[in-house]
């Protein structure tokens, strides 16, 4: 299954590989002995595997379970595509893309602990002189 060009995709992790392998397993073998029985489009395996490539194992795993929780005679079913990955997700596979996160809150870190501030912007003069207090 080829996944839309809306989500980025990465290489999936060991854990994400191995569910990937299982629904994959799931699809060729038990699959067509239960028949078509899924409510939405695309079927819960297509998006199992699409929120496992996607997403990784951890998320994955989780908007799998929900998609199949949803899947019941009671929910009307209907179109459910995978959601977008978020920008501020990170893969914990330990390449660059999970340090990038990182060094770019120290950068952050670094640039307010130098500002005297406190990361607050200027607001310009005092708006009036502070007054003398009597006897001082």
Known sequence: MAIPPHHPVGPPGPV???????VRAYRRFL???????CRFQPSCSAY???????HGSL?????????IARC????????DPVPPKKPSETRFS????GTSRTSRTSAQERSAAA???SGREESGPALAEPK?????
Do not use: K, M
């Open 115 to 117: 500002s005297p501030n």
């Open 16 to 22: 994400a590989a191995l569910l990937i392998l299982l």
């Open 94 to 97: 330990g390449g660059a893309e």
């Open 48 to 54: 199992g595997l699409e929120a496992l490539q996607v």
């Open 72 to 79: 019941h005679p009671f929910h009307p079913g209907g179109y």
């Open 132 to 136: 003398e207090l009597p006897g001082a």
């Open 31 to 37: 699959s067509p002995l239960l028949g078509q029985q």
């Open 59 to 67: 998320r994955g795993t989780w908007l799998t379970a929900r998609r």
